[in-house]
Structure formats: C-alpha cells, structure tokens
C-alpha cells in the first residue's frame, strides 16, 4: 500500500480536490490518500502563510507527523503545491517514494512570463481583492478551468468553501511572494518524479514543465485541452496516468 499526499495550489485547499480523490481512490484503490493544507489555507486559513516554500514543506511534515502517517510517502502536487513537492523530494529525499508535479513551474529552470503568465496576473490580483465570494470564485475558474461545464458545476461548492474558510488578501500574497522567490537546485531528484501539464494552460505555461522534464530527465505526460486545474478539468485523465506511472513501483 502507498501513501499518497496531496497538496494544493495558490489559496486552494483541500476541499477543491472536488471528485479527484475518489478518482485517484478508483485508480489506486489498495492506496492510502492524504490530502493536507498549506499553512493560511482551509483548515489552516487563521494562520500565516509562510513565505517560503521550504516552510510550508516543514509545516506539511510537522502535520503528517501529528496524524501518524510516517515515509516513504508518494507526493502529488498542483502548483504551488508541487513546488512543495519539489522541495521535499530535495531536501528529505529518503522520505520519499515518488512524486507527481502538476502544472508547476522552477526557478531558474524557466523564466518569469513562462511561470506565469503575463496575462494571468490582473485576474489573479483582482481574484484575491474582490470581497464577493461567487465573483471571486468565478474569476478563478475562469483563469484555472478550461471547461464551463465544470466550472459552473463546481462553482457553489467553491463559493461555499471561500465563504466558511476564506484565504485573507494577505496570505494570498504571501503565498505568491513564496512561489516567485522559490529557488530549485537543478540536479534531478533521487526518486522516480512524475510530470503533468496542461497545453492550454493559461496560467503556467506547458514549457515550465518541458523544461523540467529535459533538464531531470523523467517522464511527462501533455493534456492537449485542459486547464491549470488539470484535476478539476481532466481528473480521470491524471489519476489514471499516475496509477500507470507508479503501478509497478513499490
């Protein structure tokens, strides 16, 4: 049995796993799944997000070693998230089994307009200053999904989640400020890694994890169609190429 860990992206939280999990869960059905918050997100959204990478990294091993779920652990992780996941196999690389990075983006493997997008950042501002919950949200999915019949079925749920744990202005720039400043050895990690990425992103581009994929030398799989919320717009599509990945691998 593995253990998988989950981490989310900028201001995302567990809750907008949405159907992936029980999708992952149907592809890996021996498998333990671990969804976490960063620090100033979900549960955590009365703390202050740290800004570092490296600190949310040891805030997610201080939180599964309260829950009592010890290595090797498998990671998965979607932007934000996978640089987390990119720090962990680095720093703690005897913890870890495998790991899953999904539309994520290194410094100074690609550069700034290619890990983000020079037409993403006013609707990422105006998504983290805008009060209305259902605006907001809105304006996320619109920047992350690339299917409307998605995003208007998950839109409740996502206001909902904003309404009962809302992720402060502030923490929301923390969180961007740890991801611009994050800083990657470029020597590929000891453990087989994962990449997945969406073609038609249109908040990281493709050739981040191109780049990456190059530079490690490991295996990436291109969604010709979705969006950055590659679990939200293909979740099938990830937890089925995941569970090909790491079927035979302990």
Known sequence: MKTWVLL????????????????????????????????????LNGQASPLRVDAMRQACRAALDRLGVRPPLHLLGVSLGGM???????????????GVLINTSLRPISPLHHR????????????????????????ILGLTSNDASRRRAVLPAWVALRRERPVSVANALRQLVAASRFRL??????????LLCSRADRLVDARCSQALALRWRCPMSVHPGAGH??????????????????????
């Open 84 to 98: 987390v996941v990119a720090s962990w196999m680095q720093a703690h690389a005897d913890e870890v089994a495998g």
């Open 229 to 250: 919320d590659l679990t939200l717009d293909a979740g099938d599509w990830v937890a089925a190429e995941v569970a090909r990945h790491f079927a035979d691998r302990a």
């Open 116 to 139: 983000l997008r020079p037409g993403a950042w006013w609707p990422l501002l105006r998504s983290a200053a805008v009060t209305d919950a259902s605006g907001a949200e809105a304006l």
């Open 8 to 43: 989310r992206g900028l201001a995302r939280e567990s809750g907008h796993w949405g159907d992936f999990i029980p999708q992952l869960q149907a592809a890996m059905p021996g498998d333990r799944i671990v969804p976490l918050d960063l620090p100033g997100n979900g549960t």
């Open 185 to 194: 050895d470029a020597a590929a990690p000891k453990v087989p890694v994962l």
